[in-house]
């Protein structure tokens, strides 16, 4: 199977199934369209999947159904209807009352479910939070501030006390920067606040900023052309043929129509509208940066809203997965991670 999105998750219940058939497999990567029918053991395993899975997303699903759905889209096209999307807040399998997270916010995409990747590298509980608004369940939020309050609410409610491990990619790494800033004005420790390849304040941005109905136009044709169309400049996600399209090159799964397509656009849009417009105040603390794609001469502009700045440099594209399957990224990022968890120890 080739093509951009064949092995791309088209969302966290994907990632989740995929996750738990890669460990029960002991792969080092599994994509939408594998299953697991051959593995010795097959029922047993099954159980352990479906138990695993639950625990993530809350759904019910059985062993029965994961024998035979099979693959990991079918299963999680199973899992869609009945899954709760009243939580941003994605906690992984297994997680621990009261431990510390390392909170990843989404980027203009909307998912947050890329820091999973990591799980074997970093020696802390990692919980991607998804945008709010995705699955339908709100409305989009539109500014920076309106995501932080949505999800600071709830993260306290998974970890109500410090130490904070926040982190984001892009416009993710904007939202952590505003959370840090409340925590902290609230009186939190935040043990660690890192942005990968997030935009640097710039105030000739605006004379850039597209509407809202430009972004998502502009968006649509960008995954059109990805999968091999040629659309035309006002194509919309209900335009015939347009869902089908995306449908045949896996960018959507087979259950995903026009509405799903329409959200997907309007986080895309209103997450970078609201990175655009953001006024950042100033956080009391250290920000670590890992500029990617972002020159290095960019990104001072975050200097005058922190206590300290340090830059890491990074051989990789603007993209999450080649940021974090960097080893230089890996090796320092993880050192922060153990540093921010130490200081806890240390001081508890």
Known sequence: MSGYYSKRFRDELEAAVAEAYADELGAAEVTPRDGFATLSGYVAAASRVADRVRRVTRAQLTAEAVIQHDTVERVAAHLRSQAPAESCVQ???????????????????????????????????????????????????????EFATTYLEQILRVQPDGPYLLCGFSTGGTIAFEIACRLRRSGAEVGLLAMFDSQPPDPT???????????????????????????????????????????????????????????QLLVFARTLRADCLYEPGHYDGEVHYFAADTPVELV????????????????AEHYEYAI?????????????????????????
């Open 91 to 145: 906690l992984p399998a297994g997680a621990v009352p009261g431990a510390v997270n390392l909170f990843y916010f989404h980027s203009a995409s909307g998912n947050a479910f890329a820091i999973r990747t990591l799980r074997n590298h970093l020696p802390v509980q990692l919980t991607g939070v998804r945008a709010a608004g995705l699955h339908g369940e709100r409305d989009v939020p539109t500014t920076i501030d």
């Open 205 to 263: 941005v605006m004379e850039r900023l597209q509407s809202e109905d430009d972004l998502k136009r502009g968006r649509l044709r960008e995954i059109l052309r990805r999968v091999g169309d040629s659309p035309d400049a006002e194509v919309g996600p209900g335009d015939a043929g347009v869902v089908e399209a995306l449908r045949r090159s896996h960018a959507l799964a087979e259950e995903m129509d026009a509405e799903t397509l329409e959200r």
């Open 300 to 315: 001072p502009g975050w200097k005058p809203h922190a206590a300290a700045l340090h830059l890491h440099d990074i051989d």
């Open 324 to 348: 974090f399957a960097n080893q230089e990224f890996r090796s320092i990022f993880g050192d922060l991670v153990r540093d921010a968890l130490a200081g806890r120890t240390d001081a508890g």
